[in-house]
């Protein structure tokens, strides 16, 4: 099988070797064919740019390197050129695999994928030799114009072509995953939740927490979000629904867009990489629809406030916490609580459950208070680690 690999003796190879720079920081690679959506992706991500702007991006010649340090999220990222080998002896792979998390492996599902594929296998084969810990992520990326019949099609094909190519090579205990994604929707932000939450060691006490909280406060759904990429890293036990996501996720949007508008302006801002303000400075804002307003549970928050609705704006003066509230028509609320200038809580209830405010702030104040343990415990045992990894004798001298 050939692939049509950039050679280690091209003269970009050396511009590609000082990129190499090693780091301990656990790493996320993005790699797949060219043209495929990498970069894309990771701008639109992590760097907040519009998805209509990465129509403009260049193909990626050289190692692209992104560090992300946010709560319970630290790592670091890298966006590969599609035409590289890391594989080549000229490469040290082992190096590079060794502290990776997750290879994430993006096709370009509205391309021919046989090469895709090729390509895919050859690299998780590999990776699995040099590091078995790692989680495999396959994107079926650019699926925004395709039809939902075609995009079941084309998973199931996928994962079939796979799941026969590594029984064949007798490779079958290679375990892969696959999301549907798309720039111009919550899908890939959805993909990369899931993706994340598998790298973070705290995810099993945040998930229970959550559970202890949405049990005793009459919660139908909670989220655990960063702010800055509005990537949920926890969520509570019950199933995900996609609507009830991307209400959650507009939601934030909604809080930060308002804010620009209404926000005191006298007070120390905070900006994103998109030019916004992060949640860290904000007062509390509640937004409530009027009842004669026709929203349904399928209304996004931007169609919402489209119609004329009642803003009222505060300011909290004993605490700096951002705070919304959106009463939709058909009964529920969505609530959101800040728990640090990195994460906001999102729930959505019952306005019957709502009554009972004063119990669920109390609730959240006790959510936030071992959501803030289990993070001081989590920063300090990384520290201890890194510290201990520092002061290590070498074996030989």
Known sequence: MEYEFQHPTDPDHNDIMDDMTISDKPRILLMGLQRSGKSSIQRVVFGKMPPNDTLYLESTTKIQKEDVTRSFIDFQIWDTPGQINFFDPAYDSLDIFS??????FVIDAQDDYT???NRLFYTVTNAYKINPNITFEVLLHKVDGLSDDYKIDTQRDVQQRMSDALQDAECDYI????????IYDHSIYEAFSKIIQKLIRELPMLENLLNVLCSNSGIDKAYLFDTLTKIYIATDSSPVDMQSYELCSDMIDVVIDIETIY?????TQTSTPNGTRALEDYDQTVVQSPESNDLTASATLDDALKSPSVVEHSSAPTENEASSLIRLDNGNVLYMREVNSLLVLICLLRQDNFKKHGLIDYNFQCFKESVTDVFEFSKKRNTQHANHDDNASPVFE
């Open 99 to 104: 502290s990776v998390g997750a290879l994430i």
């Open 115 to 117: 090469e895709a594929l």
């Open 175 to 182: 375990h892969l995953t696959y999301y549907l994604t798309s």
């Open 263 to 267: 926000g005191v302006t006298d007070r």
